[in-house]
């Protein structure tokens, strides 16, 4: 999938949203903004589980890291947007060999052909050697990461949630990842925090924000992208 967004030529019209008995204003707000992002059409027109899809293929387009026989790890990989793309762009559903494994707290269903997943918590201990396992212990080309807290709307509350999300993929990353592997991890506005940061310039060769086009301009996210892994000793 290129990541060439058409909103099919559809004509622009607005749906509203009215609250119920049994639905508040923030959900019925959430309801209308659903039912008219061109995103969430698009997807739905393109076959892809969610408008995040998009996301990818437009860090993808920037950054050429999905190619053919790259192995992938997909961590926060419900409801499967990230997955179908990376299964399209490395054609492992063409025999290219790519291993591709996701894991969530939630179920992926129907299940994503081409690819490996596990129904659980990335944060429980046991979770990296399960994904190791799916990737028959064969080194990772890419790690990646559209993991997020639930927000409280305490803006640094949840910042600090976000960071500490990333960090233990990025630890994760260390681990599994070849020379030359990507990282890249979803975080909120105001960025990488620089301890953090300044972990990932000492492990890869380049590291740079990116926000795609395809996140809502109103949305706090943002990514982190290192590529170029030199290896893992502190």
Same mark, same amino acid.
């Given at each position: ?65 999905? *190619?053919?026989?790259?192995?992938? !790890? ?26 591709? !494994? ?30 190791? %396992?799916?990737? %028959? ?67 890869? *060769?380049?590291?740079?924000?990116? *926000?795609? *086009? ?6 706090? %996210?943002?990514? !982190? ?10």
């Amino acid at each position: 999938m290129a990541n060439k967004f058409i909103d099919g030529g559809s004509r622009n019209v607005h749906t509203r949203v009215k609250t119920a008995k049994d639905r508040s204003k923030s959900s019925a707000k959430w309801l209308e903004r659903q039912l008219n992002d061109p995103y969430v059409k698009q997807a739905k027109r393109d076959g892809y589980r969610s408008r995040a899809a998009y996301k990818l293929a437009e860090l993808d387009d920037k950054l050429a890291i999905l *190619k053919p026989g790259v192995n992938v !790890v997909d961590l926060g990989a419900a409801p499967g947007g990230w997955l179908q793309v990376a299964v399209e762009r490395t054609k492992a559903a063409e025999g290219s060999k790519s291993i591709i !494994v996701g894991i969530d707290l939630l179920a992926i269903t129907p299940d994503i052909p081409h690819t490996r997943f596990i129904q659980g918590d990335f944060t429980a201990d046991d979770a990296p050697d399960k994904l190791r %396992e799916l990737m %028959e212990n064969k080194p990772v080309d890419i790690v990646m990461s559209d993991m997020a807290p639930n927000t409280s709307g305490h803006t640094p509350t949840d910042h600090l949630r976000i960071m500490a999300l990333c960090e233990m993929g990025f630890d994760f990353a260390l681990e599994v990842l070849k020379p030359n592997g990507v990282f890249l991890a979803k975080t909120f506005q105001g960025g990488t925090e620089n301890i953090l940061l300044n972990r990932m310039k000492k492990h890869f *060769k380049t590291v740079k924000h990116i *926000k795609p *086009k395809a996140s809502r301009a109103d949305s706090a %996210e943002m990514y !982190v992208v290192a590529t170029g892994f030199k290896g893992n000793a502190e």
